[in-house]
């Protein structure tokens, strides 16, 4: 059965969506996992299914998979991948995104940069989620890492404090780490000035990315509870930059950059496993 893709990227964090929201196919995770495969698949580092949205106030139910076919409940530069290409499609400048996470308000300015209101983090550290009462700020793991929920589970490490970790090296056990019932994104984060930082983020389920907007977000919020940044703070990442501000008035983070589509496509599923 062959069926319409869009191929789509957030600073060259990679998407294949596909639209459901009048037919489904059959896309088991085994077949996501497949059609995400860089070198036997279409490739990419999450798979974004559309469906049609049941909560009232949505535009569109959003679901993501990770490249190893694992689902997500948020992924940042998805949903302003997601928003755009609502507009491309007649939508409206402020589409409302239903996801596993709760429904995300975007906006979309006149040169094409989206912002989305990613809503407030989760802080207890039954909602990152760890493994026993801990301080999401300071976890007992070696290079004092912070924790923080933005609907996925987020570990930060600020590299002052441990100098020698490695994304590629370091992140794979990381992600695993028992504290971590549900695995986690390992973001490695350099503090620039009070208001930028650079990161890298090990991403659970796709391995390293070349940006995340979940990541940006859960990093300066923990920064700025570290007291190192300002509230609002540019991230640059290997892809490119988000500029994010954890919002004081009601405690929501707005994660404001570029959203591209790349090709559109058709692949035949039955060359893949189901
Ligand atoms: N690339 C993403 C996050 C995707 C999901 C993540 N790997 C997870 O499993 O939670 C982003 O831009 O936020």
Redesign the pocket.
Known sequence: MMIPFYKMH?LG?DFVVVDERTERFDLTPARIAALSDRHRGIGC??FVILRPACQTGADVFVR?F?ADG???????????CVAALLRQQGGSTAPVLQTRAGLLAARIDAAGEVTVDMGPPALGWRDVPLARDIDTLHLPIEGDPAAAS?????VTFFLADVPGLDPREDGPMLERHPLFPE???VGFARILSRGALRLR?W????GL?L???????ATVVNAVRRGLVDRTCRVDMDGGSLSITWREADGHVLMTGPAVTSFVGTVDLDGYPS
């Open positions: 957030g964090n580092d999450q993501f990770n694992s689902e997500s409940a948020a992924c940042g530069n998805a949903s302003r933005m609907g996925n589970p987020h695995r986690a994104n983020v991403e659970r389920g796709s990315t940006a995340c907007g979940s990541g940006a977000c």
